[in-house]
């Protein structure tokens, strides 16, 4: 099974900042790594898939990098809604999973 | 614009089975490229991935489930069930289903979410 590690497990950031959230997977996933964003008593809702690629409707600020094992979601300026927790998930394998979360909160 | 919904039973009993259907609107199920996943989360934890299955009928499930857990399709109603056996208060969880991309396998729609509580 690939183990996906997200790091920070929580976050404290204030409006305005730039915030980055690593995802790190047990073995080599290429680009099959995407990024979720989840609100209390939300479902969650898809940011970026394949790594890189926003999904239609994400404000530009969020923004995603990496390949193979080493992934990073950046928030360019936190903005008041931006606050919740934060999950990677890889598609590489049939067996597809989630990091643990990160969780984003106000300073 | 797509939906999907959850319904079924918000109370199991331990031992009894889990039963679960999501609707889906505005699209049909049968449609290639897609996926369909059940994927749950426990109070206060983070989301675990139950299992899915394509639009061919193909299933893949979490091998820590995979002896408990059922997934399959009408396309008649356009939706799609989960079923888990055995049921613990372990399995206590909003229990969520989504539609999943082929190519990349990412979950770009998601129902709102049902919780489901395992009690005597």
């Known amino acids: 099974d690939i183990q996906m590690t997200q790091s920070p497990s929580s976050l404290s950031a204030s409006v305005g900042d730039r915030v980055t959230i690593t995802c790190r997977a047990s073995?080599?996933?290429?680009?099959?790594l995407n990024w979720y964003q989840q609100k209390p008593g939300k479902a969650p809702k898809l940011l970026i898939y394949a790594a890189s690629s926003l999904q239609s409707g994400v404000p530009s600020r969020f923004s995603g990098s990496g390949s193979g094992t080493d992934f990073t979601l950046t928030i360019s300026s936190l903005q008041p809604e931006d606050f919740a927790t934060y999950y990677c998930q890889q598609s590489y394998s049939t067996l597809y999973s989630f990091g643990q979360g990160t969780k984003l909160e106000i300073k | 614009q797509l939906q999907l919904q959850e319904s079924g039973s918000g109370l199991v009993k331990p031992s009894q089975t889990l039963s679960l259907t999501c609707a889906v609107s505005g699209g049909s199920i049968s449609s290639g490229g897609y996926s369909w996943s059940w994927i749950r989360q426990p109070p206060g934890k983070g989301l675990e991935w139950i299992g899915y299955i394509y639009h061919s009928g193909s299933t893949y499930y979490n091998p820590s489930l995979k002896s408990r857990v059922t997934i399959s399709v009408d396309r008649s109603k356009n939706q799609f069930s989960l079923k888990l056996s055995s049921v613990t208060a372990a399995d206590t969880a909003v229990y969520y289903c989504a539609r999943g991309q082929v190519k990349w396998f990412y979950l770009d729609y998601w129902g709102q979410g049902t919780l489901v509580t395992v009690s005597s």
């Open positions: 073995q080599s996933i290429s680009s099959y």
